[in-house]
C-alpha cells in the first residue's frame, strides 16, 4: 500500500484550516493524509479532526521548534494565522516567520499562505484618504500578512500565496448579519458605496486550497484569489429578503462612519472595506471567479450559502 503524503495544516481548528481537513479526509481516493496543528488537541474541535482521522498534535505558531516538530516529516504545509485573537501585527508578522523558518528547515516540498494585500503598496503612510493605525499601518490585520510574505520568498520556501476573501460566514460569527436599523428595519452595514465586495463561503476555501495541493507544482510561486460571488450591498440585502422571508436593506455609511462604531477593529475593518471600496476594480480582478470554480467545482454562490445556513442566522424582532 502506498504511504500517503503529509499535509501539515496550520490553524486546523479554524475556518480555513477546518475547510482543508474536512476537504483531505473527505476524499476516499486521496493521496494525502492529514496532521492537525493546535494548541490544544483535547479541545472539541481538534477532538473531532481526530474522529475524521485526522493525526492531531499541538503546535505553537509562537513557538518555532514546535512548528518544526509539526512540519517534520511532512510533504506539504497550509499556514495561516488569526489576526483577531491577538490583534498585533507584530505578533502576527513574528507567527508567519516562525512558519517559514520551519517549512525551511525541514524541507516542506509546497506551502500554500493565507496572506492578503498590504495595502501601503497602493497608499503611503502619510495618504489622508484614510487614516494611518498603530504608527505603521493602513489596514494592520492585511497589511502584515501582506508584508510576511517576503519570509516565504526570502527563504526560497515553494509557496502558492493564496488571496482569500470576505467570510459569509461573518454573518454567523462576527456580528455582521441582518440588525435593527436607525428606523427599526433590518439592515446589513458595510461602508462600500455601490462597489461589489468579494465573499466566499470559509469551507468553500479549503476546497480550494485542496486542489492547489493536488495540483503539484502548477501553482507553486503564483498568486491565486479565490471567491464565490462579487456582490453589491443591495445584492446581498436582496439575497437575505428573499431566502429569509423578511426586508433586509443595505445600511451604506461612510468608512469613517464604520471607523467609529466603537466595536474592537472597527478602525481596521473600516479602512479595510474603504480599501476595498476605492481599489475595487484591482481587488475584484485579483479574485477569479472563474478559476475558484476550477479549483473548486461545488464553489458556493451567496444564494446557496444562504439558504444551507439560514437556521443559524440570528434575526432580532423588528418592533
Request: proline share 4%; glycine share 8%; with cysteine.
Amino acid at each position: 500500500m502506498k504511504t500517503k503524503k503529509i499535509i501539515a495544516v496550520a490553524g486546523a481548528t479554524g475556518a480555513q484550516g477546518g475547510g482543508l481537513v474536512r476537504a483531505i479526509m473527505n476524499d476516499p481516493n486521496t493521496e494525502f493524509t492529514v496532521r492537525a496543528l493546535t494548541r490544544n488537541k483535547h479541545s472539541e474541535k481538534a477532538q473531532s479532526l481526530n474522529a475524521l482521522g485526522a493525526e492531531v498534535v499541538e503546535a505553537d505558531l509562537d513557538d518555532v521548534e514546535s512548528l518544526k516538530q509539526a512540519f517534520k516529516g511532512a510533504h506539504c504545509a497550509f499556514c495561516v494565522t488569526f489576526f483577531w485573537e491577538h490583534m498585533s501585527p507584530e505578533k502576527e508578522l513574528k507567527q508567519a516567520e516562525n512558519m517559514a523558518e520551519a517549512a525551511r528547515s525541514t524541507g516542506i516540498k509546497h506551502v500554500v499562505w493565507s496572506t492578503l494585500e498590504d495595502t501601503r503598496n497602493w497608499m503611503s503612510l502619510d495618504d489622508k484618504r484614510m487614516p494611518t493605525l498603530m504608527s505603521k499601518y493602513k489596514v494592520p490585520h492585511t497589511d502584515a500578512k501582506g508584508e510576511s510574505n517576503r519570509f516565504f520568498i526570502e527563504k526560497g520556501i515553494p509557496t502558492t500565496f493564496l488571496l482569500t476573501s470576505f467570510y459569509w460566514d461573518n454573518f454567523i460569527d462576527f456580528g455582521m448579519g441582518p440588525q435593527p436599523g436607525p428606523d427599526g428595519r433590518l439592515v446589513i452595514t458595510f461602508p462600500m458605496g455601490d462597489k461589489k465586495l468579494p465573499g466566499i463561503a470559509a469551507e468553500d476555501i479549503g476546497k480550494c486550497v485542496y486542489t492547489l495541493f493536488n495540483k503539484g507544482d502548477e501553482y507553486i510561486g503564483k498568486t491565486v484569489g479565490v471567491a464565490g460571488e462579487h456582490l453589491t450591498g443591495h445584492q446581498m440585502a436582496d439575497s437575505f429578503s428573499r431566502t429569509l422571508g423578511v426586508d433586509v436593506l443595505y445600511n451604506e455609511i461612510t468608512p469613517e462612519e464604520y471607523r467609529g462604531l466603537g466595536f474592537p477593529g472597527a478602525e481596521d475593518l473600516g479602512n479595510m472595506f474603504q480599501f476595498k471600496r476605492d481599489f475595487n476594480e484591482e481587488f475584484c480582478k485579483a479574485r477569479d471567479l472563474k478559476l475558484s470554480k476550477k479549483l473548486n467545482l461545488e464553489l458556493q454562490t451567496f444564494d446557496q450559502w444562504l439558504a444551507k445556513n439560514k437556521s443559524l442566522i440570528v434575526i432580532p424582532k423588528v418592533a
